[in-house]
Structures are given as structure tokens and as C-alpha cells.
Nanobody, 118 residues
């Protein structure tokens, strides 16, 4: 089992920036993929960005590309999502995700609310 704890959500105005962080309860060396998903009210959960363990390969959704940056620190067992130029449509609960290839398990954090509003 892995516990993922997110932090950094909040209320910001359009155009502002926000950084989300997620800390894993065990070494991220065992977590092949870390990522961020989000779910807006009435919508399905969608992938925002993911990053692999060794090569640090990243993949972004179309809406996140060029505005968000995902990074991970395997020494600190953390994954971070830097969000810039936020829009009202970015409003959602953001979830941290971890995936282990060996067991093909997904783990989720409890979510952190991001609200973009003037």
C-alpha cells in the first residue's frame, strides 16, 4: 500500500499560478509512474500530467501542455505540479496518482481543491 498526501490547493484568480505537491508514504523508487488527475463537478476524472521514474519522461493533456509542469523528486518521494496561467476551467479536485508496474496497482490521494475564480 501507498498513501499519497496532496497539498497546495486553494483559490486563485484567472492568470495566477499555483503549485501542488504530493508526498508518498514509501520510496518513490518503487512507483514507476506518478501523476496528477483532476475531476470537475459533473465530469469524469481526467489525466492532467504524468512522469516516469527513471527517464523522467512526461506526458501532458492538451489543456495542461505549455501551462503546467510536472516534476518528481525520488529522494523526497514527491511529485509536484506547477500550474501557471490558470483558467476558470481548471477548477477541479486534483488527485495525485501512483502506479506500480510490478503489481499493476494504482494508488490515489484524497484530492485537493483548486478553484480559479475572479
Amino acid at each position: 500500500q501507498v498513501q499519497l498526501v496532496e497539498s497546495g490547493g486553494g483559490l486563485v484568480r484567472p492568470g495566477e499560478s499555483l503549485t501542488l505537491s504530493c508526498t508518498a508514504s514509501r520510496s518513490s523508487e518503487s512507483l514507476d509512474i506518478l501523476g496528477w488527475y483532476r475531476q470537475a463537478p459533473g465530469k469524469k476524472r481526467e489525466r492532467v500530467a504524468v512522469i516516469t521514474k527513471r527517464l523522467l519522461t512526461t506526458n501532458y493533456s492538451a489543456s495542461a501542455k505549455d501551462r503546467f509542469t510536472i516534476s518528481r523528486d525520488n529522494a523526497r518521494n514527491t511529485v509536484t505540479l506547477q500550474m501557471t496561467a490558470l483558467k476558470p476551467e481548471d477548477t477541479a479536485v486534483y488527485y495525485c496518482m501512483a502506479f506500480t508496474k510490478a503489481t499493476e496497482n494504482f494508488f490515489w490521494g484524497q484530492g485537493t481543491q483548486v478553484t480559479v475564480s475572479s
